[in-house]
Each structure stands twice: as structure tokens, then as C-alpha cells.
């Protein structure tokens, strides 16, 4: 019988995410023609516009990939960190040429670019020698990546607390001497995260300092949904364990922060 001899993608394609991270939208060996499409959000409370840098590789951080292009999405609604969806799709089509867009959902406001296989693509050498490399640094890029999951996750943590604790109906309910140990706790993750945290801090470290939240607001995110009959406040309540509760894949899309 007959064997079709089918087009595939030769480097993962994706995007840049918080901290530096290779976001992958399309994996290496993807069958093409191919469309994939995933929500992100903002890094920052009233974060104006978000930068959409696009990557071909098989590293775990930008910086070790190749650049095909950047594009600006502006005009996003003033939000909290975290709450704008905006929606980045890429397509190939049969003669590799790839188009990514992105479209925030609450506006409408979107944007795009076109990447054809004569700008910029590389090699066949080129393609080998990305491939081995991503098996060579694995286990370093492996650790970069958590450095930066543990980074992120610390952060996300802590600006959950200050949105959700610290502000609106429940901050009303807090005594003022918790409002004050929980406000002083997350002040002082904060500054730590900006004048303290660098790039070579271990991962460890960054546990270690969400624990020492931990100890001072868990306590007290238990007492006020006690106050108020929400029972246990890890499940009325927002998360005090620095993740919110795991969700079906298939029903909701994942969520990750561009700067």
C-alpha cells in the first residue's frame, strides 16, 4: 500500500511566559497543517498591554531558543493581575507559514503577525544541533525552570492573599491585629521578591519563604471563615496554600502570565 508522506513541525513553537519560560503551544513532530490555542494573562494589576514573543525550540527558557518574532497586544482593560483572558493561537498551515494572534476576550482588542518560512527559520544544522542541545542542558533547564515555577508560584501566592484577604468583604472581617501580622507578612514576601531574589537563588528558598507566610496567614484565613460559618476555609475559602484547586484540563483552558 501507499505511504503519505506527512509535513511536521521540526522545533516546538511557543511563547514567552513570566520568568523567561519557553510556553509551548505546538510540539516538536505536530502533524501540519495545525491550529492550537491557549488563555494567558497579565503579570500585573493594571497591566495596559502584554508583549507576545514567539520562540522555536526545544528548551525550557527563551533565551536558549530562536526568536521568529514579537508583536504588542494594547488596550486591555484595567484588572488585577490574573483576571484579563487573552486568548494566543497558532496556526501553520500546509506550506509552514505561521500565524499567531492574540484576543483579549473582555474587549475584543486583538492582534497578530506572520512568520513565512523564509524569515528567519533555520536550518536543518541548525534544527540537529537545537535538538541535541535540549538533550545535553535537560537537567539544567529542568532546574531553571522550577527556580522560576517556585518564584512564580511565591509570588502568585502573596498577591492572592492581598486581593483576596486583604482587600473587599474580608478584609472587613479581619481583627486588626491579623489585618496587621497578615499586611506586615506579605509586605515583607514582596520586598524580599524585589531587593532580595535573584536568578541563582536555589528553589528551596523560595518554599522555604512562602512556609514562613504560611505560618502567619493560614491561621488567619481559617479564623475569619470560622467568624463568618464558611467552615474550612480551604474549601469555601481562597486557597492559602500558594495554588488554587487543580482543574480538569479538557473543561478549563490553563492560565499563565505574560509580561
Given at each position: 500500500k501507499?505511504?503519505?508522506?506527512?509535513?511536521?513541525?521540526p522545533?516546538s513553537?511557543?511563547i514567552?511566559?513570566?520568568g523567561?519560560?519557553?510556553?509551548?503551544?505546538?510540539?516538536?513532530g505536530?502533524t501540519?497543517?495545525c491550529h492550537?490555542?491557549?488563555?494567558?494573562?497579565?503579570y500585573?494589576?493594571?497591566?495596559?498591554?502584554v508583549?507576545?514573543?514567539?520562540f522555536e525550540?526545544?528548551r525550557?527558557?527563551?533565551k536558549d531558543?530562536?526568536?521568529?518574532?514579537?508583536f504588542?497586544?494594547n488596550?486591555i482593560p484595567?484588572?488585577?493581575?490574573g483576571?484579563p483572558?487573552i486568548?494566543?493561537?497558532?496556526?501553520?498551515?500546509?506550506?509552514?507559514i505561521?500565524q499567531?494572534?492574540?484576543?483579549?476576550k473582555?474587549?475584543?482588542?486583538?492582534q497578530?503577525?506572520?512568520v513565512?518560512?523564509?524569515?528567519?527559520r533555520?536550518?536543518d544544522?541548525d534544527?540537529?544541533?537545537?535538538?541535541a542541545?535540549?538533550e545535553?542542558?535537560?537537567?539544567?533547564d529542568r532546574?531553571?525552570?522550577?527556580r522560576?515555577?517556585?518564584?512564580?508560584?511565591?509570588?502568585?501566592?502573596?498577591?492572592?492573599?492581598k486581593?483576596?484577604?486583604l482587600s473587599?468583604?474580608?478584609?472587613?472581617k479581619l481583627q486588626?491585629a491579623?489585618?496587621?501580622?497578615l499586611?506586615?507578612?506579605v509586605d515583607d514576601?514582596?520586598?524580599w521578591?524585589?531587593?532580595?531574589?535573584?536568578?541563582s537563588?536555589?528553589?528551596?528558598?523560595?518554599?522555604e519563604?512562602?512556609?514562613?507566610?504560611e505560618?502567619?496567614?493560614?491561621?488567619i484565613?481559617?479564623?475569619v471563615y470560622?467568624q463568618t460559618?464558611?467552615?474550612d476555609a480551604a474549601?469555601d475559602?481562597?486557597?492559602v496554600d500558594g495554588?488554587?484547586?487543580p482543574?480538569?484540563?479538557?473543561?478549563?483552558p490553563?492560565?499563565?502570565?505574560?509580561?
Amino acid at each position: 500500500k501507499d505511504l503519505l508522506l506527512l509535513d511536521v513541525a521540526p522545533l516546538s513553537l511557543g511563547i514567552e511566559t513570566a520568568g523567561g519560560v519557553m510556553t509551548t503551544l505546538i510540539p516538536r513532530g505536530t502533524t501540519i497543517p495545525c491550529h492550537k490555542s491557549q488563555t494567558f494573562s497579565t503579570y500585573s494589576d493594571n497591566q495596559p498591554a502584554v508583549d507576545i514573543q514567539i520562540f522555536e525550540g526545544e528548551r525550557k527558557m527563551t533565551k536558549d531558543n530562536h526568536p521568529l518574532g514579537r508583536f504588542t497586544l494594547n488596550g486591555i482593560p484595567p484588572a488585577p493581575r490574573g483576571v484579563p483572558q487573552i486568548e494566543v493561537s497558532l496556526d501553520v498551515d500546509a506550506n509552514g507559514i505561521l500565524q499567531v494572534s492574540a484576543e483579549e476576550k473582555a474587549s475584543g482588542k486583538a492582534q497578530k503577525i506572520v512568520v513565512t518560512p523564509e524569515k528567519g527559520r533555520l536550518s536543518d544544522s541548525d534544527i540537529e544541533r537545537m535538538v541535541a542541545e535540549a538533550e545535553e542542558f535537560a537537567e539544567q533547564d529542568r532546574e531553571n525552570v522550577a527556580r522560576v515555577e517556585a518564584r512564580n508560584g511565591l509570588e502568585a501566592y502573596l498577591y492572592n492573599l492581598k486581593s483576596t484577604i486583604l482587600s473587599g468583604a474580608a478584609a472587613e472581617k479581619l481583627q486588626p491585629a491579623d489585618k496587621e501580622a497578615l499586611q506586615t507578612a506579605v509586605d515583607d514576601g514582596l520586598k524580599w521578591l524585589e531587593t532580595e531574589a535573584t536568578p541563582s537563588t536555589p528553589t528551596e528558598a523560595f518554599g522555604e519563604k512562602q512556609k514562613e507566610v504560611e505560618a502567619v496567614a493560614v491561621p488567619i484565613v481559617q479564623r475569619v471563615y470560622q467568624q463568618t460559618g464558611g467552615g474550612d476555609a480551604a474549601s469555601d475559602g481562597p486557597s492559602v496554600d500558594g495554588a488554587d484547586a487543580p482543574v480538569d484540563d479538557d473543561e478549563q483552558p490553563q492560565v499563565e502570565e505574560i509580561d
